[in-house]
């Protein structure tokens, strides 16, 4: 069984335009980037899985379950959503206290809770700010708080929302280990992302949204080697890929690693 | 994002006349039903005002606004009828409670006075842009400060109202319950306060930096990036109500 099928999903805030027009997707343990421009629909796609809004028409099934009959309070023990601005989460003094909240909430056993609370703060490297206030972190620690309060509540199916916002190298290496570790553990990651390089190195499958419709579905390698498609849809390929295509290079490279290789095995095979 | 303003955009001539004349329109015709102390007098400014309202295609925004006011007019008529001593002719009894009908005649022109106040505000604030009112009256002398402080209401509320919601959504999201009896709506209120008011703060405090970084408390004189909002019949709009105003003096000391 998928982990989330999605059926002929239409949206629309009253008295306002249609945002999702008709759209049928299923979703299993791959992570999974959503791109497109501002305004396609990504972020209300996001709110619709975690059941924060529900469908004009057409569903959406969560391990089987229709987000129209459960609650999200119910619906936050199968899955997370780490929001873009941590600011709209964090209450409580204390770091451990905050990422604890969600575990609590959804009736996590004391010492289970305490040992994902725990495990979670080791996972985005804030092990040692354990008492500190949140309010006294830098942003970019605070998105990693939010993150780790998703974490901890152990959901089979983690959204993002620009988890890459206000990061460092060191931030974004730690979130892609992140999304590799939990869909190797095969957790759903989704994700909405606005930063190319990221998603081509990070993602297994990326989805492209453009005026409330998927026009692109398939896995990341594949989308990016449409690279007039992918303009299309007012996006800009990963500046690895671009550089692949502007030296000539018929393959579609992802990573600075995959290119770096394939060229010096082109410069062997031209010297022999 | 929600707006608080009632201001209905529409083109009229009601929404072309400018704030001051509005202002004279509003204490003129608040104050010659006062004055006259006719019943009949403030039901004809009632309607005068209800015909403006047709013109400006804003009568639906004023059945909510009238509405609202019912249960406070409905009070007015209980309390004078019924339980101010000293009336003493009945009018009609509902069990043991009288309505006397000088109370009802009181009654009557304490509600004309009401909706009459009601009617000339509303169509005010339904035909002038928030900004308008406040850039009029900056004009005219208002600090740059408290103009920015009313500006900044329209702007701030909705703000906040929307940031209550994702700040409810986040919290929702980590399983929060918010839906319930009242126990559980109040434990769910908490941790909503905490992020709204530390945004508002944060808010604040960078708004005020970026208004210094664009030379708020600058001394210069300002300019206006509106241009001044002119009614081509302001003056002769504005000598017809102040002559009925010096009109209904005279006939009231006759």
């Not at chain 2, 006075?113 to 035909?127: E, K, P």
Request: glycine fraction near 6%; charge should be neutral; include cysteine.
């Amino acid at each position: 069984m998928n982990l989330i099928d999605v059926q002929n999903l239409h949206f629309s805030y009253p008295e306002g335009i249609e945002l999702l027009k008709g759209i049928d997707l299923a979703f299993d343990h791959r992570s999974t980037a959503i791109i497109g421009q501002n305004g396609a629909g990504k972020t209300t796609f996001v709110k619709l899985l975690k059941g924060l809004l529900k469908p004009v028409s057409g569903d959406i099934l969560i391990n089987g379950v229709n987000t129209k009959e459960i609650s999200v309070a119910k619906l936050a023990a199968h899955i997370g959503l780490v929001f873009q601005n941590p600011g709209d989460q964090i209450f409580k003094s204390s770091v451990y206290d905050e990422v604890i909240f969600g575990p609590h909430n959804i009736g996590i056993p004391e010492d289970e809770a305490d040992e994902s609370t725990k495990k979670a703060l080791i996972e985005v490297g804030l092990e040692n700010k354990v008492n500190d206030n949140p309010y006294d972190l830098s942003f970019s620690e605070r998105k990693l708080i939010s993150i780790a309060s998703i974490l901890a509540m152990n959901t089979q199916i983690v959204l993002l929302d620009e988890p890459t916002i206000a990061q460092d190298d060191y931030g974004k290496q730690l979130i892609q280990g992140l999304v590799r570790k939990l869909e190797g553990e095969g957790r759903l990651v989704i994700s909405i992302l606005h930063d190319m390089d990221f998603v081509a190195e990070t993602f297994t499958r990326t989805l492209v949204f453009q005026n409330g419709k998927v026009t692109m579905d398939n896995d990341t390698k594949s989308v990016f080697s449409q690279t007039e498609a992918v303009r299309r849809a007012y996006l800009e390929p990963p500046h690895v890929t671009q550089l692949g295509n502007r030296l000539g290079y018929t393959e579609t490279y992802l990573t600075a690693e995959q290119f770096v290789k394939d060229s010096l095995r082109k410069r062997e095979e031209f010297k022999q | 994002m929600q707006n608080i303003s009632l201001y209905v955009n529409k083109k009229s001539f009601v929404h072309d006349v400018d704030f001051l004349t509005k202002l004279i329109y509003i204490f003129v015709f608040i104050a010659i039903p006062i004055i006259s102390g006719s019943v009949i007098i403030g039901l004809l400014a009632i309607l005068i005002s209800l015909i403006l309202h047709t013109c400006a295609g804003v009568l639906k925004k004023l059945i909510p606004i009238v509405a609202l006011s019912l249960f406070v007019l409905l009070s007015v008529i209980i309390v004078q009828a019924a339980f101010i001593p000293g009336y003493h002719i009945v009018f009609f009894s509902l069990g043991p409670v009288h309505f006397y009908q000088e109370g009802l005649i009181h009654a009557s022109l304490i509600i004309v006075r009401f909706l009459d106040i009601l009617l000339v505000s509303s169509l005010t604030v339904l035909t002038t842009r928030p900004s308008d009112i406040v850039e009029t009256l900056q004009r005219k002398g208002l600090s740059h400060r408290m103009g920015y402080v009313i500006n900044s209401i329209f702007q701030i509320i909705p703000q906040m109202v929307s940031s209550m919601k994702t700040i409810s959504d986040a919290q929702r999201s980590r399983g929060m319950e918010t839906e319930g009896n009242l126990f559980v709506r109040v434990k769910a209120f908490l941790p909503l306060i905490g992020p709204v008011v530390i945004s508002s703060l944060v808010g604040t405090r960078e708004r005020a930096m970026a208004l210094e970084a664009r030379a708020f408390s600058a001394d210069a004189k300002r300019t206006y990036f509106h241009e001044e909002m002119k009614y081509r019949y302001k003056t002769p709009v504005r000598i017809i109500l102040l002559l009925l105003l010096v009109v209904s003096i005279i006939w009231r000391v006759l």
